[in-house]
Nanobody
Framework: QLQASGGGLVQAGGSLRLSCEASIRTFRWYDMGWFRQAPGKEREFVAGVSRDAVTYYAASVKGRFTISRNNAKTTAYLQMNSLERGDTAVYYC????????????????WGRGTLVTVSS
């Protein structure tokens, strides 16, 4: 029900825009989140946007990443600027939050990830 796209290979300092298209009729009522998982590491929160468009960011990406949503297109976005090698990971989008915004366990729907690789 969630399809993430937009990943790829980018040089450090570059930008990428991830999209998460949801085939959920009630998309506008769902909080959305982006998480990422680097090799050998646990999945971590990146950014979230509530149904009221309130946004939340991990400290490591604040000021560089921007999360947004378009309810008419049932799509959430993650604009990533000033990418660093440490941003290399598989990025996942999630929907329907029922707990804290930065916990993966809070979200009931997950899409397949999209790989972001940042080279030096």
């Amino acid at each position: 029900q969630l399809q993430a796209s937009g990943g790829g290979l980018v040089q450090a300092g570059g930008s990428l825009r991830l999209s998460c298209e949801a085939s959920i009729r009630t998309f506008r009522w769902y909080d959305m989140g982006w998480f990422r998982q680097a090799p050998g590491k646990e999945r971590e929160f990146v950014a979230g946007v509530s149904r009221d468009a309130v946004t939340y960011y991990a400290a490591s990406v604040k000021g560089r990443f921007t999360i947004s949503r378009n309810n008419a297109k049932t799509t959430a976005y993650l604009q990533m600027n000033s990418l660093e090698r440490g941003d290399t990971a598989v990025y996942y989008c999630a929907a329907d939050r029922s707990g804290t915004y930065d916990s993966a366990q809070s979200y009931n729907y997950w899409g397949r990830g999209t790989l972001v690789t940042v080279s030096s």
